[in-house]
């Protein structure tokens, strides 16, 4: 244990060693205990994080004090985790302080003992006290050795409180520990991916859309002043056939951009129809395979699949060097799996080097429950395999 951490845990201990007489109003106090016993343990998870284990507070940082607390006290992990561990919470903190208080103070006797033995101050710690200037000298290190011992007494009893609050902790409680340090993770995925998403759409309308509308303003302005001029029909209908071909132009690429967001046969006809639609416009040519009815799928986990498949190939056209690929969609009322298989080199991993692009589009189904899995043998080709629920578990 580093010398940082083990002075955390003697400062938070001599913390609750103090608290101690707030812990015995709350639990003397009967219709505070439950309350008590809530702010209690979540403290102590709070501490026990502090010092390095494995615990998670389970109050949500934006929700306020009060209301988390009504609602923990209607649920059986009061009686299964808090309220043990306020009770295992007062009797440690009774050793506590009993060991701070003689221990310390024994120890600052002993180290100034030389200097109370100069005014003439023989000072007694425990059993002993000294009856010469040598004794007290000699007091000094026996001083310093009584504090590292009771330093280390409270460390323990501080690592016996995270045992406690661990043996206390009910499944229900670890599962959701384990949920939020996965949604803090996906958190801040998501919000540099939806970053790089919102800075492609933005480049996407500059490049596309805007460049080809600039165009039509000035097509429309040569056919204005053309017209003003007198030109001839001929050079009139050359112009305005400009302006309606570079109105199209843009047209269509605001429509590639909107299907890039969020495609309008996801919404109209259903995960199967968006997913034929998207490959068949895929440069490659793609086997699709379609199983099961996708009407018991909400709608973000058909747009979480939706994404992530066309990602897949967007992967398979840059880095795989093949011209096809298949995919596989089996729909069920439970959920939906999917399936992006190619005939490449292989050697992808999710997360490093090729295959990047997956990785925001990984924390994104993870925020709606599902996940995403790559297989792939070096030489032998890459399976993108992706699960997710009819329904997303929040």
């Known amino acids: 244990m580093s010398s940082s951490r083990l002075g955390r845990r003697v400062v938070l201990e001599m913390a609750a060693a103090a608290l101690l007489p707030f812990l015995l109003v709350g639990v003397v106090l009967v219709p505070l205990l439950p309350i008590t016993a809530v702010v209690v343990a979540e403290l102590d998870r709070m501490r026990a994080r ?22 923990r006290v209607r649920t059986s992990g009061l009686w299964r985790t808090d309220l043990p561990v306020l009770l295992v919470a007062v009797v440690l ?57 009771t330093a280390a007494l409270l460390a323990g009893i501080s690592s016996l409180r995270d045992v406690a609050l661990l043996g206390f902790s009910t499944q229900r409680d670890r599962d959701l520990q384990s949920q939020l340090r996965d949604l803090r993770s996906s958190r ?23 460049q080809d509308l600039v165009a039509v303003v000035l097509s429309l302005g040569m056919l204005e002043a053309a017209a003003e001029s007198g030109a001839d029909n001929e050079r009139l209908r050359e112009l305005a056939s400009r302006s309606q071909a570079q109105a199209e132009r843009a047209l269509e690429r605001l429509r590639e951009t909107v299907r890039g967001i969020h495609p309008r046969d ?27 009815d996708d009407a018991s799928l909400s709608a973000p986990i058909a747009g979480a699949v939706y994404f992530t498949i066309s990602e897949a190939l967007t ?26 298989v190619d005939e490449g080199g292989g050697g992808v991993e999710l997360g490093e080097g090729r295959g990047t692009g997956l990785v925001g589009l990984r924390e994104r189904m993870r925020s709606v429950g599902g996940e995403i899995r790559v297989v792939s ?16 578990p929040w």
């Open 188 to 210: 801040a995925s998501l919000t540099e991916a939806f970053e790089l998403e919102r800075q492609r759409i933005e480049r996407d309308l500059h490049d596309g859309a805007q």
């Open 315 to 340: 992967n398979v056209v840059k880095h795989a060097a093949v011209d096809h690929a298949r995919v596989e969609l089996q729909c069920t009322p439970e959920g939906v799996t999917a399936r992006i």
């Open 266 to 292: 996801l919404s109209d006809l259903g995960l199967v129809a968006a997913v034929r639609e998207l490959v068949s416009r895929s440069p490659l040519s793609v086997e699709f395979v379609a199983e099961g």
């Open 50 to 71: 502090a010092c390095g284990a494995a615990s998670e507070p389970l109050r949500p940082r934006d929700e306020s004090w009060w209301r988390w607390i009504r609602a």
């Open 377 to 392: 043998p070096t030489g032998v080709g890459t399976t993108v395999v992706v699960t997710a629920p009819a329904e997303p």
């Open 93 to 149: 903190s009774v050793f506590s302080l009993l060991i701070a208080f003689f221990g310390f103070i024994g120890a600052l006797v002993l180290v100034f003992s030389p200097v109370f033995w100069a005014f003439g101050i023989a000072a007694q710690a425990g059993p002993f006290t000294p009856s010469s200037a040598g004794q007290s000298v000699a007091a000094v290190p026996f001083g310093f050795v009584l504090a590292v011992v």
